[in-house]
């Protein structure tokens, strides 16, 4: 049986074998008009458990001895603690195409969507905030064209701690891969900002990069764990510093090779399809 919940709030018994996973109207509204959904619970607490164990074997990773192949590429990864988690480990493949988010991607970017970086990233006690940027140009239309979307970039946040106020928040603009109004982005503040101060381990966030984004202060004792993936459409090149090891690609799934074999060698931002 089908399950048809509201807006942006895919409960864990959606996930059920024999469920319908495919994407609901509701959710396509809501990724228009605001540019994001908060999936709550999408990930069951012994699947986080799980990635958690993960992330304790792999937050130790040499990211000197990681990236061996390519040094220079050190210097547009983030590392907080490490960048390339399936270089590091190829279990952490199963979050380029888990079943959660494979149908968000395939409506937003398309069948042949592809990957552009990744990070398994730590938002540490006394994180002093970051800046408001956007990884693509706003759109009028918020990157939908002739009834379908044609989103550049899409990145998905795999929630594995819960952020509750003051413990490094993500915040976003709703609806500003529309804008058409310049902002002064030096604010630490802007109007008509949403503030993720409720997140729970376990959910996911998947939002347009063309939305205004930033982290808030980690004023807590708290580290906040988030797997963070980026994705593009078949077009996409990867982000410099992200190529995939050979022995990865030889080492996950024919689609999640598929999906890291970039057309491009490097990353490009290229108009949305037919605009």
């Not at 469920?19 to 999936?39: A, P």
Request: with cysteine; aromatic share 10%.
């Amino acid at each position: 049986m089908s399950h048809r919940l509201a807006p942006g709030r895919l409960g864990t018994d959606r996930w059920k074998d024999g469920d319908d996973l495919s994407i609901t109207q509701d959710q396509k509204f809501e990724f228009d008009v605001r540019g994001y959904l908060q999936m709550r619970g999408a990930l069951a607490e012994a699947e986080v458990a799980e990635y958690r164990g993960w992330v304790e074997e792999a937050k130790g990773t040499d990211v000197d001895v990681l990236n061996s192949d390519n040094p220079e590429g050190m210097q547009y990864q983030l590392n907080r603690p490490v960048s390339r988690m399936w270089d590091a480990d190829p279990r952490f493949a199963r979050f380029l195409d888990h079943p959660t988010v494979e149908p968000l991607l395939v409506e937003f970017l398309g069948e042949d969507y592809r990957h552009i970086d990744n990070d398994l990233y730590f938002t540490y006690p006394g994180f002093g905030g970051g800046r408001w940027h956007a990884g693509v140009r706003p759109h009028p239309t918020g990157h939908v064209v002739d009834g379908a979307f044609a989103c550049p970039m899409v990145k998905v946040f795999y929630c594995l701690t819960d952020v509750g106020p003051g413990e490094g928040e993500f915040v976003v603009v709703p609806g500003s891969h529309k804008a058409q109004f310049e902002i002064d982005l030096e604010r630490p503040d802007l109007p008509g900002q949403h503030v993720f101060d409720d997140v729970r381990a376990g959910d996911i966030i998947v939002f347009n990069e063309g939305l205004l984004h930033n982290g808030r202060p980690n004023r807590s004792e708290k580290t906040r764990q988030t797997i963070i993936v980026n994705f593009g459409r078949g077009d996409a090149g990867v982000w410099r510093g992200y190529k995939p090891k050979p022995e990865t690609l030889e080492a996950v799934s024919p689609r999640q090779r598929a999906i890291l074999s970039n057309a491009q060698a490097e990353w490009r931002e290229l108009d949305p399809v037919g605009a």
